[in-house]
């Protein structure tokens, strides 16, 4: 599908993850561009023709005469993608904090969202906290690093090797928000508006120390403190890890937004499961690597590692895997999923597995034949409201935890019991 974009002279093309791509006329350093970014393939026909196919990611990849969108199955709208993106890795948000319009481009949506919350968060000035400095100095500040002052200068006195806290702008907090900025503002064909906004609030941070190209993405805790920078950064730090953005002089302006929506699906299922689960006794523990096999030398050991495991007493009680790809999707298998959760359960002695796929319809229970396992399908329609996503999630703890009592002590189960 193709549409005009009103805000550039590029043309816009549109494609669904599962489609089987489509014929476009296509500039080399665009068909190169799209082949590095890992969104989509360009194949060479002739004439200039190429064929462009998804390769099982999402996102969107900008060059200066196209701009391709792989959208998720379903066409799930960007507020949706971007609450999905944001919740993985513990950094929910708020569906209100995200500016995200169902016609908007991802582009827009993200400088939008930036902006947005950016403004809120320098409202009240630029945050200052305290960092550690070590430095030469000649006179004493803070305290003296001894070990360092011997090794690299025995026998001096002076300059001191020290260490201070000083209360500063340049802390990690702002460093990531400038470099979120810069990162947008580099982006071709953002509106001239939003680019203003963008620029003007990376000059409120001008002091800070700029992130070289490449740099990992400072670690930062949510505190009392920076509270008012909570949602900006959780966003920020979206942009960074999936983003990239090149607008030199001389270069062409191109940028790309990729992400793995299998990965995004399974950390979402497995943060808000941890969530709903915490009302219950025990604990869930996320990646639970578990023996398959046994064998005389560690090498040859076979392991499975379930999306989440819910623990009581020390003791593995249900297993979760999580599956973006259900059966009626191109290149999955319902079987080969059954297959690794009967793996599952097997290895961890556990009589039942659930199975939480991405996609509309009725939970199934399915009993494997000449075992006392069983294997719960449960759908997650990701087309609804967030707050109907997490009610989903709710429901999933609560009916695995009933099963857990009904197995265990044939109960009525209620939380916190």
Not at 75 to 87: M, V
Not at 303 to 311: F, L
């Amino acid at each position: 599908m193709q549409r005009a974009d009103p805000r550039a002279s590029v043309r816009h093309l549109v494609l669904d993850e599962l489609s089987s791509g489509l014929v476009e006329r296509l500039d080399a350093p665009s068909a190169s561009f799209l082949n590095s970014s890992g969104l989509a393939k360009a194949s060479p026909l002739g004439m200039g023709l190429y064929r462009i196919e998804p390769v099982g990611k999402v996102g969107s990849v900008r060059t200066p005469t196209i701009q391709l969108d792989v959208r998720p199955k379903d066409r799930l709208g960007l507020s949706r993608l971007l609450f999905l993106l944001s919740y993985a890795g513990e950094q929910g948000f708020r569906p209100g904090l995200v500016a995200a319009e169902e016609e908007q481009d991802l582009w827009s949506a993200l400088a939008e969202s930036l902006a947005q919350l950016a403004e809120r968060a320098l409202g009240r000035g630029v945050l200052q906290g305290y960092l550690t400095v070590d430095e030469s100095l000649r006179t004493v500040k803070g305290r003296i690093r001894i070990s360092d002052q011997i090794s690299r200068r025995p026998g001096m006195l002076v300059p001191l090797e020290v260490s201070y806290d000083e209360f500063t702008e340049d802390i990690a907090e702002n460093r990531i928000l400038r470099a979120a900025l810069e990162r947008m503002g580099q982006v071709p064909g953002v509106r001239p508006e939003v680019l203003g906004r963008l620029r003007q609030l990376k000059g409120k941070l001008d002091g800070v120390t700029r992130l070289p190209s490449g740099a990992p993405v400072p670690a930062w805790q949510a505190t009392r403190m920076n509270q008012r920078y909570h949602a900006v950064l959780r966003l920020a730090d979206l942009i960074l890890r999936n983003a990239s953005a090149e607008a030199r002089e001389g270069k062409q302006q191109t940028a790309s937004f990729v992400v793995d929506m299998a990965q995004v699906f399974g950390d979402f299922v497995g943060t808000a499961l941890r969530s709903a689960m915490a009302a219950y006794p025990g604990e869930l523990r996320l990646r639970f690597n578990v023996l398959l096999s046994e064998a005389v030398n560690d090498a040859d050991r076979l392991s499975v590692r379930p999306d989440a495991v819910h623990m009581l007493g020390g003791r593995p009680v249900v297993a979760y895997n999580a599956k973006y790809k259900a059966a009626s999707d191109a290149g999955a298998s319902l079987t080969a999923d059954h297959y690794q959760m009967l793996a599952h359960c097997t290895a961890l002695a556990v009589p039942t597995a659930w199975l939480v796929y991405a996609g509309k319809g009725e939970v199934k229970l399915r009993r494997i034949l000449n075992t006392d396992i069983d294997i719960v399908e449960y759908p997650l329609d990701l087309s609804q409201p967030p707050s109907a996503i997490l009610a989903s999630i709710q429901e999933l703890a609560r009916q695995s935890w009933g099963e857990v009592v009904r197995v265990r002590v044939g109960t009525t189960p209620a939380p916190g019991t």
